[in-house]
């Protein structure tokens, strides 16, 4: 018998019950206005939550301490884009263990300054990732623990100059060793591995014109890399880091949709999924 899943709100009840709350308010048009959802994040985040969400997720106070919040305020605000998306709302219990946990850590690892976009946020925080999933009860395999400084230090080091020479961005030429070793460090399609990919790859795409990736692949080049067990949990993701900056902006909400679900069919073909 397969072992149950970790659930995110086993670990995080009021973190849960907070976001449930403000997108229901979201969706009975009770709340209507961001600057009114960010007041009501940050009052949140008491520096005991804090506390208790960083022991969960170590890193979280760190990723908060950027640009005054801003990091924090959009992570939850992905939390509650989450619970209004339809593909979660009709996901299998099973993928929404997994997105639920891969939008708690997608932005872990980014370092906001001075408005710059940080290129390398996606890589760093999968490495955050791999660290975290086994505290919170995800199996890992047997070479885990001979295998994960190595893999991090791949994963790190797989950076290059942006073609505009403004600092670094992804080398997409490590993508598939850097994949094939999630799995080997919790096995072909597992949960935790498949958590770390969509982490991993949530800034490897574009997907909504308007925002384009550095550091992107293509759709072949990313079929090349990746299994069909991920695309589903990686589609839920972009979907949802672009609603989250559009929840009360239905035209932009739905035209972003309309490119990431069009990204994805595209990919879908590749794979022959």
């Not at 019950?17 to 008491?46: K, M, S």
């Not at 919040?69 to 593909?87: D, K, N, S, W």
């Not at 403004?166 to 949960?191: N, T």
């Amino acid at each position: 018998m397969t072992a149950a899943l970790p659930q995110l709100h086993d670990h995080l009840p009021d973190l849960c019950a907070f976001v449930a709350t403000q997108a229901h308010e979201i969706e009975n048009g009770n709340l209507r206005d961001g600057d009114a959802l960010a007041r009501c994040i940050r009052e949140f985040y008491t520096p005991e939550r804090m506390q208790t969400i960083d022991r969960v997720v170590p890193g979280w106070t760190t990723m908060a301490a950027y640009a005054d919040g801003a990091t924090l305020v959009h992570v939850t605000q992905v939390m509650i884009a989450l619970q209004l998306l339809p593909e979660y709302r009709r996901a299998t219990e099973h993928l929404r263990c997994l997105l639920d946990w891969t939008v708690l850590q997608h932005d872990l690892g980014k370092e906001v300054i001075k408005g710059q976009r940080d290129a390398l946020h996606a890589f760093r925080g999968a490495t955050m990732a791999v660290r975290a999933l086994p505290g919170v009860g995800f199996p890992t395999s047997d070479a885990y623990a001979a295998l994960l400084e190595p893999w991090i230090h791949l994963v790190l080091g797989a950076a290059v100059p942006a073609p505009d020479g403004k600092g670094l961005v992804q080398d997409s030429r490590a993508m598939p060793d850097i994949l094939r070793g999630a799995e080997q460090l919790f096995g072909v399609d597992s949960a935790a591995a498949l958590i770390v990919q969509a982490v991993l790859l949530h800034q490897s795409l574009d997907v909504v014109p308007d925002w384009p990736n550095p550091g992107s692949v293509t759709e072949v080049e990313l079929a090349r890399s990746i299994r069909p067990a991920l695309v589903p949990l990686l589609e839920a993701m972009m979907l949802v880091d672009s609603d989250a900056w559009q929840l009360f902006d239905p035209d932009s909400k739905a035209r972003f949709r309309e490119s990431t679900l069009a990204a994805f069919a595209t990919l879908r073909r590749h794979l022959g999924a």
